[in-house]
């Protein structure tokens, strides 16, 4: 069981910048499949980034590429997501999620992942 606690959200205006983290318990990150996924209202979840448990690899959803970089510790088991740039249209839930298991465009399916956080707030105000 993996349980996952996420921090860090909160309100800024377009341009600005914030550092989710996320803490996680029950299972080592380093041996785990990490990523972010988001909501926003009225929308369904999306994919926002992963970070595999092989070499650390990285994708990230074509919208946030650039501007967003997904990181973890695994000496203390957190995981990260730098966010800059930020637009209103990034203004969502945003969500960790761990142990999903497969491909590239696996990992981008919220599906494929068995264990989520409870969710942190962003807004991004004009």
């Known amino acids: 069981q993996v349980h996952l606690v996420e921090s860090g959200g909160g309100s800024v205006q377009t341009g600005g910048s914030l550092r989710l983290a996320c803490a996680a318990s029950?299972?080592?990150?380093?041996?785990?499949?990490m990523a972010w996924f988001r909501q926003a209202p009225g929308k369904e979840r999306e994919f926002v980034a992963t970070?595999?448990?092989?070499?650390?690899?990285?994708y990230y959803d074509d919208f946030v590429k650039g501007r967003f970089t997904i990181s973890r510790d695994s000496a203390t088991n957190m995981l990260y997501l730098e966010m800059n740039n930020l637009k209103p249209e990034d203004t969502a839930v945003y969500y960790c999620?761990?142990?999903?298991?497969?491909?590239?465009?696996?990992?981008?399916?919220?599906?494929?992942?068995?264990?989520w956080g409870q969710g942190t707030q962003v807004t991004v105000s004009a």
């Open positions: 029950g299972r080592t990150l380093s041996n785990a499949n």
């Open positions: 970070i595999t448990l092989n070499y650390g690899r990285t």
């Open positions: 999620a761990a142990d999903a298991i497969g491909s590239e465009a696996t990992l981008r399916l919220e599906l494929a992942w068995p264990y």
